[in-house]
């Protein structure tokens, strides 16, 4: 470890720093919770549960400010590993994953269990395959890497254009998330909650960059986590006598199944449903939770799981966070972090939708057929849109198969089912908001950042510190504000433009990827086309294809395969690369040493230096 | 922006390379055979029971998801261990 290494030492109390931020928010939940059987109202405990974190993180992003170019894309390279796994976990889960996964587990079961093992197997091949030499190579942005690696501009400006329609559709799928909690808990209407989310997430990059998000990111996953956990472990005691709801849930699995007999729900074939994915419009359960292949076929279920895995591996906004530790290993090491941490989600998510389903549909089924005497939580529930419930078959009385679910309130219905406190509803949106903020302040920067160092960067190339500084507070305004004018006017789907954003990263960016990190003959041509025939495969498949999640699956997996042959052939056929690449991929692939962007840019500053001093 | 690597290094620098290369390859694709054989086979092994749940759900629920997080680990491990026995080789500056 050489002397610049050896700068770049973590602040020692961040933990202690981040104890406080735990025992703050604990003491609050424990607060509000006193407050709400002392007779608070509902409107004001949801305020200070929702709105006293977003605080937090405004702070946070005040005290971790900074005008320089280094901390501001790279969070000073200094980020301990749990604390980078903290954010990598949840830009990865996000809201989307937080809210719309669970609900896409409700409705699908077993079928949805692709979506969680793609996404978990995607961070270990992202691992695996790119992140250490990603930290090696020290460049600020995935299409910088591109440029340094096979020495092109042009290939950077186009990475940068073609990372557009990823990170803008993941950015909008997290906002609309973010707004779509606030607008339920707070007296806003959604389009209001759009903007001020939009400007939330927008003044945390512009203040620090990368280091506010990653210090916010740091506050938010707690948030996010605690927020999950306590009721969640409260819910799974009440039922099953202990504290571990991922491992207890099973002994649940014969009153689920009776319960859904009841209601009369039968297995499925993948030829009778319409759509695969479950939709945001409410509907009914379509299936029984433990049915195998019902909704997605056994190839389906693989197709599914193989594009999430190579689109979460290639993700330009978890692949921009290889720069911020100090070294290969912590970097490696960070992403094991990751790793376990959105396999525990993976693993709780089944749980959630279990006891959700259990506790509905137990409640509906026990309760005689009239209306009057229905559970409470229906009449709270349907006030909250967060479910429907009609007499559509005239009896007098509503059945379980008349009840018609919200995709992305499922989580939310968890606490008020179980009948615990109001409190508990809101912890648990206040937890959603957290990740899906985090996760949005990760997309946000890394479309904004590129924009500002390999778009006007290089086509600037004298820029200095603070002009680079203020492409990216325009770039990242600019980016935020067109996010919420397009959430105004277009209803988008946020798992849909979740599968859409990931399709188009496997296809663009896995096959150049592995080009630029595993082959040492891949050129600038071979890059070109492998990055151009992905993107155009998937962006014709996605404009003009049926609208359902397989083929985009198909589509995104086809994208990589002609990627990978197109970027082969070119480089075989085309020219050869220069031995300046060569030369810069034997480098990138000894984990030894300083990143070779700040050795470069050391080197640059001292030959400065020197001529200035030659010249008096 | 690169080194120079003396000719004597080569054979360390790829033996490290090849032992990158297989190591990478070896816990991507047990992995992805893990995950390739529970799906083939839940709906068979779903009549089998484990820790109360059918047995092919749980394989794709958690068993799959633990295998994935122990190899992330391992895989960890070993490389930081493959990245050593590089740096002990090579001579110092």
């Known amino acids: ?616 | 922006m690169t080194t120079e690597t003396p000719a004597g290094d080569h054979a360390g620098r790829d033996r490290h390379q090849l032992r990158t290369l297989i190591l990478a390859g070896a816990t991507l694709l047990a992995v992805l055979f893990a995950v390739i054989l529970a799906v083939v086979n839940a709906a068979s092994l779903n009549q089998y029971w484990f820790l109360h749940f059918p047995l092919g759900f749980y394989l794709l629920a958690q068993g799959v998801l633990i295998f994935i997080v122990v190899s992330g680990f391992w895989y960890v491990r070993t490389q930081e261990r493959i990245d050593r026995t590089r740096s002990e080789n090579e001579e110092p500056e």
Not at chain 1, 531 to 548: H, N, Q, R, W
Request: glycine letters at 10%.
């Open chain 1, 1 to 616: 470890m050489n002397s610049l290494s050896r700068l770049r030492a973590p602040h020692p109390h961040l933990g202690a720093y981040y104890g406080i931020v735990t025992s703050a928010f604990v003491s609050l939940i424990v607060l509000l919770a006193m407050f709400e059987q002392l007779g608070w109202r509902e409107v004001v405990i949801a305020q200070f549960m929702i709105v006293t974190p977003l605080l937090l993180y405004i702070v946070i992003a005040v005290g971790s400010r900074t005008r320089n170019t280094e901390d501001f894309f790279t969070s000073g390279r200094r980020v301990p590993a749990v604390f980078n796994g903290f954010v990598l976990a949840a830009t990865a889960v996000g809201g989307v994953g937080f809210l719309a996964y669970t609900g896409a587990v409700f409705f699908l079961g077993f079928d949805a269990l692709a979506i969680g093992l793609g996404l978990t197997c995607g961070i270990l091949a992202g691992a695996v395959l790119f992140v250490p030499y990603l930290r090696k190579a020290g460049a600020y942005t995935l299409p910088g890497f591109l440029g340094q690696r096979f020495r092109s501009r042009r290939l950077r400006i186009a990475a940068s254009v073609m990372q557009i329609p990823p990170m803008a559709l993941l950015l909008a799928a997290e906002i609309k998330i973010a707004a779509l909690i606030a607008s339920l808990f707070l007296p806003l209407t959604f389009s209001l909650a759009v903007f001020l989310v939009a400007a939330l997430v927008a003044a945390i990059g512009m203040l620090g960059g990368m280091r506010a998000l990653t210090w916010a990111g740091s506050a938010q996953f707690i948030v996010g986590a605690v927020g999950l956990a306590v009721p969640l472990v409260t819910v799974s005691v009440l039922l099953t006598s202990l504290p571990t709801p991922q491992f207890t849930y099973g002994e649940l699995i014969p009153s689920l199944q009776n319960a859904e007999i009841t209601a009369g729900l039968s297995p499925v074939q993948p030829e009778e449903v319409e759509t695969d994915l479950p939709p945001t419009a409410p509907q009914k359960v379509l299936k029984p939770f433990f049915q195998p292949f019902g909704i997605f076929g056994e190839f389906d279920f693989v197709v599914l799981f193989l594009c999430l895995m190579l689109g979460t591996a290639a993700l330009p906004s978890l692949l921009v966070r290889s720069g911020v530790t100090r070294s290969v290993v912590e970097q490696r090491r960070s992403t094991a972090w990751a790793l376990l941490l959105v396999a525990l989600f993976a693993l709780t998510a089944p749980a959630m939708a279990v006891f959700v389903k259990l506790l509905l549909f137990q409640d509906i089924g026990l309760a005689p057929a009239a209306t009057a005497s229905l559970p409470d939580w229906l009449t709270g529930l349907s006030g909250r849109q967060l479910l429907q419930a009609s007499d559509a078959n005239g009896d007098g009385g509503i059945g379980a198969a008349e009840i018609l679910f919200t995709r992305d309130g499922i989580a939310l219905t968890l606490p008020t089912l179980a009948g615990l406190p109001y409190v508990l509803t809101v912890l648990m949106a206040a937890s959603g908001m957290a990740v899906a903020l985090a996760a949005a302040g990760s997309h946000l920067f890394t479309l904004a950042g590129s924009m500002a160092e390999d778009v006007y960067r290089v086509l600037d190339r004298g820029a200095a510190e603070h002009p680079r500084l203020a492409a990216a507070w325009g770039a990242i305004a600019g980016s935020a504000i067109a996010a919420a004018l397009f959430l105004i006017v277009a209803d988008i789907d946020p798992l849909r433009a979740a599968l859409t954003a990931l399709a188009f990263a496997a296809a663009t960016f896995f096959p150049v990827l592995m080009l630029a990190i595993w082959w040492p003959r891949g050129s600038e041509w071979g890059a070109f086309a492998s990055m151009c025939t992905g993107f155009s495969v998937i962006f014709l498949g996605a404009m003009f294809g049926p609208d359902t999640g397989i083929y985009l699956a198909i589509v995104g997996l086809i994208g990589v395969i002609a990627g990978l042959v197109a970027g082969i052939t070119a480089s075989l056929y085309g020219i050869k690369p220069p031995a300046a690449a060569t030369a810069y991929w034997q480098e990138m692939r000894n984990p030894e040493g300083e990143a070779i962007y700040d050795r470069a840019k050391a080197r640059a500053a001292a030959s400065a230096a020197n001529a200035s001093t030659g010249g008096q």
